[in-house]
């Protein structure tokens, strides 16, 4: 099994509706803040590699910008064109730092 833990930074160096794209165990990883909220989740999209930070930032979603496909932030589930999942990571806050990990089989 491989994992990866990275600590992203102190919780009060992101704005609300934030997108900072970083670095997890080799991953390209795309970190939101929205609504008191922190998800995760591969900065590609599955459609065709679009790069994800240079989309839109919409209420739960994250849109491409290539083609406009939506990935739900909380299931990763996409809209057309996209019909691949983006995989999403876990993120925790643990004394005021966020953490982002993620297993794999
Ligand atoms: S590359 Fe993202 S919708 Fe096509």
């Known amino acids: ?8 930074g102190k919780v009060e ?10 670095e997890v165990a080799g991953h390209e990883v ?3 803040f ?3 909220r922190f998800y995760a989740l ?12 240079d989309g839109e930032l919409l209420d739960g979603a994250v849109k491409c910008g290539r083609h406009g496909a939506k990935f739900d932030l909380e299931t990763g ?3 057309l064109p996209a019909v691949k999942k983006i995989r999403l990571y876990d993120t925790a806050v643990e004394n ?9 089989n």
Do not use: W
């Open 1 to 8: 099994m491989t994992t990866g833990r990275v600590e992203a």
């Open 96 to 104: 005021g730092k966020v953490i982002v990990s993620y297993q794999e």
């Open 30 to 32: 795309l970190l939101i």
């Open 42 to 53: 591969e900065d590609r999209c599955t459609h065709d590699n679009g790069i994800l930070h």
């Open 34 to 36: 929205q609504d008191g």
């Open 13 to 22: 160096d992101f704005e609300d509706n934030s997108m900072t794209p970083i």
């Open 77 to 79: 589930r996409p809209t």
